[in-house]
């Protein structure tokens, strides 16, 4: 398994399958932080819906259509990322992120981030990296911002989420905007 630093005591790997129990015991842990934002948050709720959850970003993978990715900090899995699409042909992705309350404030999704772009535009050429995040997320917008992404606009009532529909803030980043190791670079 191969494994990203992110601080030297971070880093970013891959989330598998195999991993289900520990990912189901990070979601039941950190439930009320994640549920405000997080879809997932209320469906899994134990091994087996984690597992699922995890083999369709193992299945989406395979079909280089996405990918899921855990960020640890000494080891422990405080949180992630996700490439929550991934269209190779048509040259765009979307980021999705998340983190446990005692990991806040490191810098560690920005950093987490920052190399899933790496990845997208400098390995694989795509042209534009999306970010989605409904508009009263000040901190997922804030993490848009110091990646030097644009807010592009709001989808209004796009996202139906625990009996309502929220509008989503679509924010991006073109590849000729990215500087590889420099986030923000692009503002």
């Not at 995890?54 to 970003?57: G, K, N, S, V």
């Given at each position: 398994m191969f494994s990203l630093p992110l601080t030297d005591r971070a880093s970013l790997q891959p989330l598998a399958p195999w991993q289900a129990a520990e990912f189901a015991d990070f979601v039941a842990r950190t439930r009320t932080h994640l549920a405000p934002w997080l879809p997932w948050a209320h469906t899994i709720t134990d091994t087996d819906t984690a597992r699922a959850f995890?083999?369709?970003?193992a299945d989406a993978q395979a079909r280089d259509a996405g990918s899921i990715h855990g960020i640890r900090l000494d080891g422990e899995l405080v949180?992630?990322?996700?490439?929550?699409?991934?269209d190779a042909v048509a040259g765009v992705c979307e980021i999705g992120v998340w983190l446990a309350p005692e990991a806040e404030g490191q810098g560690l999704v920005t950093r987490a981030a920052q190399r899933m772009i790496d990845w997208a535009v400098g390995e694989r050429g795509l042209a534009r990296v999306e970010w989605r995040t409904v508009p009263h997320n000040a901190r997922s917008r804030a993490v848009a911002q110091r990646l030097g992404m644009t807010r592009e606009g709001v989808l209004r009532a796009?996202?139906?989420f625990l009996g309502e529909r929220l509008d989503i803030e679509v924010w991006s980043l073109l590849a000729d905007e990215w500087r590889p190791g420099e986030p923000g670079a692009g503002v």
């Open positions: 995890l083999q369709r970003y949180g992630g990322t996700l490439f929550r699409t991934f796009a996202f139906p």
